[in-house]
Protein backbone atom coordinates (compact mmCIF):
# COMPACT_ATOMS: atom_id res chain seq x y z
CA UNK A 1 0.00 0.00 0.00
CA UNK A 2 2.60 2.62 0.72
CA UNK A 3 4.60 1.83 -2.30
CA UNK A 4 1.33 2.61 -4.51
CA UNK A 5 1.11 5.24 -2.34
CA UNK A 6 4.29 7.17 -3.12
CA UNK A 7 3.69 5.73 -6.78
CA UNK A 8 0.23 8.07 -7.27
CA UNK A 9 2.16 10.98 -5.45
CA UNK A 10 5.32 10.34 -8.05
CA UNK A 11 2.85 10.30 -10.83
CA UNK A 12 0.80 13.56 -9.46
CA UNK A 13 4.05 15.50 -8.99
CA UNK A 14 4.97 14.33 -12.71
CA UNK A 15 1.78 15.79 -14.28
CA UNK A 16 1.19 18.95 -12.18
CA UNK A 17 4.84 19.77 -13.61
CA UNK A 18 3.55 18.76 -17.29
CA UNK A 19 0.70 21.05 -17.05
CA UNK A 20 2.42 23.81 -14.97
CA UNK A 21 5.38 23.85 -17.42
CA UNK A 22 7.66 22.41 -15.32
CA UNK A 23 9.58 25.61 -15.27
CA UNK A 24 10.04 28.07 -12.69
CA UNK A 25 13.78 27.89 -12.26
CA UNK A 26 13.51 28.06 -16.45
CA UNK A 27 11.95 30.71 -16.23
CA UNK A 28 13.23 33.17 -13.96
CA UNK A 29 16.20 31.72 -16.39
CA UNK A 30 14.77 33.29 -19.46
CA UNK A 31 13.90 36.10 -17.21
CA UNK A 32 17.17 36.84 -15.98
CA UNK A 33 18.79 36.32 -19.81
CA UNK A 34 16.40 39.36 -20.68
CA UNK A 35 17.68 41.62 -17.95
CA UNK A 36 21.30 40.51 -18.64
CA UNK A 37 20.74 41.29 -22.33
CA UNK A 38 18.94 44.73 -22.09
CA UNK A 39 21.95 45.81 -19.22
CA UNK A 40 24.32 44.71 -21.80
CA UNK A 41 22.78 46.63 -24.64
CA UNK A 42 23.48 49.68 -22.43
CA UNK A 43 26.14 49.46 -21.78
CA UNK A 44 27.09 48.92 -25.50
CA UNK A 45 24.92 52.16 -26.04
CA UNK A 46 27.06 54.49 -23.34
CA UNK A 47 30.38 53.05 -25.09
CA UNK A 48 29.47 53.97 -28.36
CA UNK A 49 28.65 57.82 -26.90
CA UNK A 50 31.90 57.64 -25.11
CA UNK A 51 33.33 57.37 -28.92
CA UNK A 52 32.09 60.23 -29.54
CA UNK A 53 32.47 62.65 -26.51
CA UNK A 54 34.81 64.96 -28.00
CA UNK A 55 32.24 65.84 -30.61
CA UNK A 56 29.26 66.54 -27.86
CA UNK A 57 31.38 68.43 -25.67
CA UNK A 58 32.57 70.70 -28.27
CA UNK A 59 29.52 71.21 -29.63
CA UNK A 60 27.81 72.12 -26.30
CA UNK A 61 30.18 74.66 -25.29
CA UNK A 62 30.02 75.62 -28.75
CA UNK A 63 25.75 75.77 -28.84
CA UNK A 64 25.55 73.86 -31.64
CA UNK A 65 23.92 70.75 -30.33
CA UNK A 66 21.34 70.77 -32.68
CA UNK A 67 22.98 71.58 -35.98
CA UNK A 68 23.28 69.12 -38.77
CA UNK A 69 26.91 69.50 -38.74
CA UNK A 70 27.41 67.93 -35.10
CA UNK A 71 24.93 65.30 -36.36
CA UNK A 72 26.87 64.06 -39.27
CA UNK A 73 29.76 63.91 -36.92
CA UNK A 74 27.97 61.64 -34.34
CA UNK A 75 26.11 59.67 -37.04
CA UNK A 76 29.67 59.06 -38.90
CA UNK A 77 31.09 58.74 -35.40
CA UNK A 78 28.57 55.70 -35.05
CA UNK A 79 28.73 54.74 -38.40
CA UNK A 80 32.58 54.15 -38.14
CA UNK A 81 32.01 51.65 -35.27
CA UNK A 82 29.84 49.30 -38.12
CA UNK A 83 26.22 50.66 -36.98
CA UNK A 84 23.80 52.30 -39.08
CA UNK A 85 22.80 55.46 -38.16
CA UNK A 86 20.43 58.31 -39.35
CA UNK A 87 19.14 61.34 -38.30
CA UNK A 88 15.87 61.80 -36.67
CA UNK A 89 14.16 63.66 -39.35
CA UNK A 90 15.50 61.84 -42.21
CA UNK A 91 17.72 64.89 -43.76
CA UNK A 92 20.92 63.09 -43.46
CA UNK A 93 21.85 59.84 -45.35
CA UNK A 94 22.25 56.36 -43.08
CA UNK A 95 25.43 55.01 -42.36
CA UNK A 96 26.47 51.43 -43.50
CA UNK A 97 22.52 51.39 -44.90
CA UNK A 98 23.57 48.18 -46.87
CA UNK A 99 23.47 46.43 -43.76
CA UNK A 100 19.79 47.68 -42.92
CA UNK A 101 18.54 47.10 -46.64
CA UNK A 102 19.80 43.36 -46.29
CA UNK A 103 18.05 43.44 -43.18
CA UNK A 104 14.64 44.62 -44.46
CA UNK A 105 14.73 42.38 -47.50
CA UNK A 106 15.15 39.28 -45.14
CA UNK A 107 12.59 40.81 -42.72
CA UNK A 108 10.14 41.24 -46.03
CA UNK A 109 10.75 37.32 -47.10
CA UNK A 110 9.69 36.23 -43.87
CA UNK A 111 13.08 34.83 -43.01
CA UNK A 112 15.16 35.14 -39.38
CA UNK A 113 17.23 38.27 -39.04
CA UNK A 114 18.16 40.84 -36.92
CA UNK A 115 19.65 44.75 -36.41
CA UNK A 116 20.09 47.77 -34.59
CA UNK A 117 19.50 51.01 -36.08
CA UNK A 118 20.20 54.47 -34.46
CA UNK A 119 18.26 57.57 -34.63
CA UNK A 120 20.16 60.52 -33.49
CA UNK A 121 18.45 63.25 -31.72
CA UNK A 122 19.25 66.65 -31.50
CA UNK A 123 20.58 67.09 -27.83
CA UNK A 124 23.42 65.14 -29.27
CA UNK A 125 22.31 61.49 -27.84
CA UNK A 126 20.08 58.67 -29.84
CA UNK A 127 17.23 56.33 -30.13
CA UNK A 128 18.05 52.70 -30.64
CA UNK A 129 16.00 49.83 -32.04
CA UNK A 130 17.23 47.01 -31.41
CA UNK A 131 14.82 44.71 -34.49
CA UNK A 132 14.48 41.21 -34.50
CA UNK A 133 11.96 39.05 -37.46
CA UNK A 134 10.74 35.72 -38.00
CA UNK A 135 7.66 35.05 -39.95
CA UNK A 136 6.79 38.43 -40.66
CA UNK A 137 6.64 39.29 -36.93
CA UNK A 138 8.56 42.55 -36.05
CA UNK A 139 10.22 42.47 -32.70
CA UNK A 140 11.26 46.17 -31.47
CA UNK A 141 13.53 47.26 -28.51
CA UNK A 142 13.62 50.51 -27.92
CA UNK A 143 16.08 52.34 -25.54
CA UNK A 144 17.39 55.74 -25.24
CA UNK A 145 20.75 57.56 -24.44
CA UNK A 146 20.92 60.67 -23.14
CA UNK A 147 23.58 63.18 -21.61
CA UNK A 148 23.41 64.10 -17.75
CA UNK A 149 23.92 66.77 -16.09
CA UNK A 150 27.31 65.34 -14.97
CA UNK A 151 28.31 65.31 -18.98
CA UNK A 152 28.26 61.33 -18.76
CA UNK A 153 25.70 58.96 -21.58
CA UNK A 154 23.15 57.47 -19.73
CA UNK A 155 20.91 54.76 -21.40
CA UNK A 156 17.64 53.63 -19.94
CA UNK A 157 14.70 51.05 -21.73
CA UNK A 158 11.84 52.84 -23.11
CA UNK A 159 9.89 49.98 -23.97
CA UNK A 160 9.33 46.75 -26.17
CA UNK A 161 6.58 45.72 -28.61
CA UNK A 162 5.44 43.33 -31.49
CA UNK A 163 4.91 46.31 -34.34
CA UNK A 164 1.33 46.25 -35.18
CA UNK A 165 2.24 46.75 -38.85
CA UNK A 166 5.43 47.60 -40.53
CA UNK A 167 6.64 47.56 -44.12
CA UNK A 168 9.68 48.54 -46.01
CA UNK A 169 9.30 50.35 -49.25
CA UNK A 170 10.26 50.59 -52.41
CA UNK A 171 12.00 53.86 -51.83
CA UNK A 172 13.96 52.68 -49.12
CA UNK A 173 11.75 53.73 -45.98
CA UNK A 174 10.89 51.44 -43.13
CA UNK A 175 8.11 52.24 -40.84
CA UNK A 176 7.13 50.92 -37.63
CA UNK A 177 3.74 50.90 -35.80
CA UNK A 178 3.56 50.47 -32.43
CA UNK A 179 -0.40 50.06 -31.37
CA UNK A 180 -2.02 52.91 -29.91
CA UNK A 181 -5.20 52.56 -27.43
CA UNK A 182 -8.26 54.17 -28.95
CA UNK A 183 -8.27 57.79 -27.87
CA UNK A 184 -4.61 58.20 -26.82
CA UNK A 185 -3.02 61.66 -27.51
CA UNK A 186 0.72 61.25 -26.46
CA UNK A 187 3.73 60.76 -28.38
CA UNK A 188 2.99 58.70 -32.16
CA UNK A 189 3.11 55.25 -32.40
CA UNK A 190 4.85 55.71 -35.79
CA UNK A 191 8.48 55.99 -36.89
CA UNK A 192 9.43 56.33 -40.26
CA UNK A 193 13.49 55.65 -40.91
CA UNK A 194 15.11 56.40 -44.47
CA UNK A 195 17.31 53.67 -45.28
CA UNK A 196 18.42 53.94 -48.66
CA UNK A 197 20.64 57.05 -49.63
CA UNK A 198 18.86 60.06 -51.50
CA UNK A 199 21.08 62.21 -54.27
CA UNK A 200 22.54 65.25 -52.06
CA UNK A 201 21.58 67.69 -54.95
CA UNK A 202 17.88 66.61 -53.99
CA UNK A 203 18.32 67.01 -50.44
CA UNK A 204 19.02 70.59 -50.73
CA UNK A 205 16.48 71.53 -52.80
CA UNK A 206 14.24 69.99 -50.47
CA UNK A 207 15.93 72.25 -47.45
CA UNK A 208 15.86 75.17 -49.48
CA UNK A 209 12.75 75.38 -51.14
CA UNK A 210 10.58 72.83 -49.57
CA UNK A 211 11.18 72.20 -45.73
CA UNK A 212 11.11 75.70 -44.83
CA UNK A 213 7.12 76.16 -45.63
CA UNK A 214 6.18 72.57 -45.59
CA UNK A 215 2.48 71.34 -45.47
CA UNK A 216 1.29 72.58 -41.99
CA UNK A 217 -0.43 76.11 -41.59
CA UNK A 218 -0.44 76.91 -45.14
CA UNK A 219 -1.77 75.43 -48.49
CA UNK A 220 0.73 76.38 -51.05
CA UNK A 221 1.73 73.06 -51.81
CA UNK A 222 -1.16 71.50 -51.29
CA UNK A 223 -3.43 73.47 -53.93
CA UNK A 224 -2.91 74.51 -57.65
CA UNK A 225 -1.97 77.34 -58.41
CA UNK A 226 0.79 79.04 -60.88
CA UNK A 227 1.99 82.81 -61.46
CA UNK A 228 -0.83 83.19 -64.24
CA UNK A 229 -3.95 82.03 -62.08
CA UNK A 230 -3.42 82.19 -57.79
CA UNK A 231 -6.43 79.72 -57.53
CA UNK A 232 -7.00 79.28 -53.75
CA UNK A 233 -3.81 79.69 -52.84
CA UNK A 234 -3.59 82.06 -49.00
CA UNK A 235 -0.70 84.80 -49.34
CA UNK A 236 -0.85 85.79 -45.91
CA UNK A 237 0.10 82.36 -44.93
CA UNK A 238 3.19 82.91 -45.99
CA UNK A 239 4.09 85.65 -44.68
CA UNK A 240 6.02 84.42 -41.32
CA UNK A 241 7.69 81.48 -42.97
CA UNK A 242 8.93 83.83 -45.87
CA UNK A 243 9.70 86.08 -43.69
CA UNK A 244 11.79 83.62 -41.54
CA UNK A 245 13.53 82.37 -45.16
CA UNK A 246 14.38 85.94 -45.95
CA UNK A 247 15.96 87.16 -42.69
CA UNK A 248 17.33 84.07 -41.35
CA UNK A 249 15.20 84.23 -37.87
CA UNK A 250 11.44 84.53 -37.02
CA UNK A 251 9.08 87.55 -36.74
CA UNK A 252 8.94 88.71 -33.52
CA UNK A 253 5.35 89.17 -32.16
CA UNK A 254 4.72 90.71 -28.81
CA UNK A 255 1.97 89.12 -27.60
CA UNK A 256 0.65 85.54 -27.25
CA UNK A 257 0.32 83.51 -30.51
CA UNK A 258 -3.02 84.62 -32.07
CA UNK A 259 -4.28 86.88 -29.59
CA UNK A 260 -3.39 90.21 -30.72
CA UNK A 261 -3.55 91.78 -34.21
CA UNK A 262 -0.39 93.63 -35.79
CA UNK A 263 0.15 96.52 -38.52
CA UNK A 264 2.30 95.19 -41.17
CA UNK A 265 3.62 98.13 -42.59
CA UNK A 266 2.97 97.60 -46.41
CA UNK A 267 6.10 98.42 -47.29
CA UNK A 268 7.47 95.12 -45.14
CA UNK A 269 4.88 92.55 -46.37
CA UNK A 270 5.15 92.88 -49.81
CA UNK A 271 8.93 92.75 -49.87
CA UNK A 272 8.81 89.44 -47.87
CA UNK A 273 5.97 88.07 -50.29
CA UNK A 274 7.73 89.22 -53.17
CA UNK A 275 10.82 87.86 -52.81
CA UNK A 276 9.56 84.29 -53.42
CA UNK A 277 6.53 85.20 -55.49
CA UNK A 278 5.78 86.84 -58.30
CA UNK A 279 3.01 88.41 -57.24
CA UNK A 280 1.88 92.10 -58.32
CA UNK A 281 1.44 94.82 -55.65
CA UNK A 282 -2.14 95.46 -56.83
CA UNK A 283 -3.40 91.47 -56.44
CA UNK A 284 -1.31 91.61 -53.06
CA UNK A 285 -3.59 95.04 -51.77
CA UNK A 286 -7.00 93.35 -52.75
CA UNK A 287 -6.39 90.70 -49.73
CA UNK A 288 -8.48 90.86 -46.85
CA UNK A 289 -6.76 92.63 -44.22
CA UNK A 290 -4.97 95.28 -46.36
CA UNK A 291 -5.77 98.99 -45.03
CA UNK A 292 -5.61 101.40 -47.84
CA UNK A 293 -6.07 104.26 -46.27
CA UNK A 294 -2.88 103.85 -43.81
CA UNK A 295 -0.96 101.83 -45.72
CA UNK A 296 -0.38 98.26 -43.60
CA UNK A 297 -1.58 95.16 -43.56
CA UNK A 298 -3.94 93.84 -40.78
CA UNK A 299 -2.47 90.37 -39.82
CA UNK A 300 -2.92 88.10 -36.74
CA UNK A 301 -0.70 84.74 -36.32
CA UNK A 302 -2.30 81.49 -36.21
CA UNK A 303 -3.42 80.80 -32.61
CA UNK A 304 -4.95 77.50 -30.73
CA UNK A 305 -8.49 77.66 -32.94
CA UNK A 306 -6.62 77.18 -36.61
CA UNK A 307 -3.29 76.24 -35.80
CA UNK A 308 -3.45 74.26 -39.05
CA UNK A 309 -0.84 71.56 -38.26
CA UNK A 310 0.47 68.64 -35.97
CA UNK A 311 3.25 66.89 -35.38
CA UNK A 312 2.06 64.39 -37.73
CA UNK A 313 1.88 66.20 -40.85
CA UNK A 314 3.78 65.02 -43.81
CA UNK A 315 7.24 66.57 -44.90
CA UNK A 316 7.83 66.98 -48.03
CA UNK A 317 10.92 65.38 -50.18
CA UNK A 318 12.65 66.21 -53.47
CA UNK A 319 12.93 62.82 -55.24
CA UNK A 320 13.76 64.20 -58.93
CA UNK A 321 15.14 67.83 -59.92
CA UNK A 322 14.63 68.44 -63.81
CA UNK A 323 16.28 72.10 -64.96
CA UNK A 324 13.87 73.24 -68.00
CA UNK A 325 15.57 75.52 -70.82
CA UNK A 326 13.77 78.87 -69.51
CA UNK A 327 16.30 78.77 -66.73
CA UNK A 328 13.42 77.44 -64.51
CA UNK A 329 13.39 74.56 -62.38
CA UNK A 330 10.97 71.33 -61.88
CA UNK A 331 11.54 69.82 -58.90
CA UNK A 332 9.17 66.56 -58.52
CA UNK A 333 8.05 66.21 -54.43
CA UNK A 334 6.73 63.13 -52.41
CA UNK A 335 4.91 63.84 -49.26
CA UNK A 336 6.32 61.58 -46.51
CA UNK A 337 3.62 60.70 -43.95
CA UNK A 338 4.88 58.35 -40.92
CA UNK A 339 1.26 58.70 -39.13
CA UNK A 340 -0.18 56.72 -42.51
CA UNK A 341 3.21 54.46 -43.07
CA UNK A 342 3.59 55.88 -46.73
CA UNK A 343 6.54 57.77 -47.64
CA UNK A 344 4.19 59.24 -51.20
CA UNK A 345 1.21 60.30 -49.49
CA UNK A 346 0.60 62.10 -52.47
CA UNK A 347 3.08 63.56 -55.27
CA UNK A 348 3.43 67.20 -56.34
CA UNK A 349 5.26 69.02 -58.77
CA UNK A 350 7.07 72.52 -57.76
CA UNK A 351 8.33 74.77 -60.63
CA UNK A 352 10.72 77.50 -59.04
CA UNK A 353 13.33 79.96 -61.01
CA UNK A 354 16.71 80.44 -59.25
CA UNK A 355 17.78 84.20 -59.32
CA UNK A 356 21.68 85.58 -59.36
CA UNK A 357 21.22 86.70 -55.55
CA UNK A 358 20.77 83.12 -54.38
CA UNK A 359 16.88 83.66 -53.44
CA UNK A 360 14.19 82.04 -55.86
CA UNK A 361 10.72 82.52 -56.95
CA UNK A 362 8.07 79.92 -56.53
CA UNK A 363 6.17 79.78 -60.48
CA UNK A 364 3.70 76.89 -59.79
CA UNK A 365 2.72 73.92 -57.88
CA UNK A 366 0.38 70.79 -59.28
CA UNK A 367 -0.43 67.91 -57.38
CA UNK A 368 -0.28 65.05 -59.83
CA UNK A 369 -3.68 63.11 -60.14
CA UNK A 370 -3.92 59.71 -58.50
CA UNK A 371 -6.55 57.98 -56.62
CA UNK A 372 -4.97 57.39 -53.90
CA UNK A 373 -3.48 60.92 -52.60
CA UNK A 374 -3.71 61.11 -49.18
CA UNK A 375 -3.58 65.45 -49.03
CA UNK A 376 -3.52 67.03 -45.38
CA UNK A 377 -6.18 69.36 -44.61
CA UNK A 378 -6.03 72.80 -44.47
CA UNK A 379 -7.36 74.45 -41.96
CA UNK A 380 -8.56 78.51 -42.88
CA UNK A 381 -7.47 81.41 -40.67
CA UNK A 382 -9.92 82.80 -38.34
CA UNK A 383 -12.52 85.09 -39.71
CA UNK A 384 -13.11 88.47 -38.47
CA UNK A 385 -15.85 87.36 -36.76
CA UNK A 386 -14.74 84.11 -35.13
CA UNK A 387 -11.34 85.98 -34.56
CA UNK A 388 -13.36 88.47 -32.15
CA UNK A 389 -15.34 85.51 -30.66
CA UNK A 390 -12.86 83.76 -29.56
CA UNK A 391 -10.26 86.37 -28.45
CA UNK A 392 -11.92 89.82 -28.11
CA UNK A 393 -14.65 88.14 -25.62
Not at 57 to 76: P, S
Not at 188 to 196: D, E, L, M
Not at 227 to 247: A, I, R, T, V
Request: with cysteine; net charge negative.
Amino acid sequence: MKLKRRSIVFLSIILLCFFTGCAPAEKDDMEGAEVEKDSNVLKESERLAEKYREVYEEAEQMETLGTEETQKNIIAALGAEGYCAVDSENQINMTNEKSAEQFCEKAAKGEKAEISLFIVADNGGFVRYDLSCEEGKMEVDRSNLTWNEEGNPCAEQVDSYTAKEWKYTEKGYLFLELERPAGFDGPSGHTAIRIKPLDENLRQWTKKCLIPVGYAGNNLFITDWSSEDWGQLCLYDLFEPFYKMKNGEEKIFDAKVGTKEYAIPEGEFESVIQTFLPVDTQILRMEEGYDTENGYYKYRQRGQYDIGGNPDTPYPEVVECIENGDGTVTLTVDAVWKKKNTDRAFTHKVQIYPQADGTFLYLSNQIEPSGENQIPDYVPRLSDEEWEQYYQK
